[in-house]
Nanobody, 116 residues
Framework: HVQLVESGGGLVQAGGSLRLSCAASGSSLGINTMGWYRQTPGKQRELVAVFTIGGRTNYANSVKGRFTISRDNTKRTVYLQMNSLKPEDTAVYYC??????????WGQGTQVTVSS
């Protein structure tokens, strides 16, 4: 079983930056997909940025050019650098992990609030 712990959320003014971190602990990660989703009240959880099973990156169109996903395999950690933040980026951000052929795992979520 894998546990995911997020950190780095908070309150920032529009145009500012934040970096989220997600540390995975527990079982071997293996071949996996790992990344970030977000959710606002009344809406479905949506993909923000992920590393695919094949190791590529996928970004939501709304964050392309502003957000960058990266990872440090030695630390079992995925990062999300968020620049030029907009009020519409306000959401709870969730770390996601799934091993090839395995179950979905979610972090507890971290709140990101962007003020105008």
């Amino acid at each position: 079983h894998v546990q995911l712990v997020e950190s780095g959320g908070g309150l920032v003014q529009a145009g500012g930056s934040l970096r989220l971190s997600c540390a995975a602990s527990g079982s071997s990660l293996g071949i996996n997909t790992m990344g970030w989703y977000r959710q606002t009240p009344g809406k479905q959880r949506e993909l923000v940025a992920v590393f695919t099973i094949g190791g590529r990156t996928n970004y939501a169109n709304s964050v392309k050019g502003r957000f960058t996903i990266s990872r440090d395999n030695t630390k079992r950690t995925v990062y999300l650098q968020m620049n030029s933040l907009k009020p519409e980026d306000t959401a709870v951000y969730y770390c996601y992990y799934a091993k090839l052929g395995g179950n979905d795992h979610w972090g507890q979520g971290t709140q990101v609030t962007v003020s105008s």
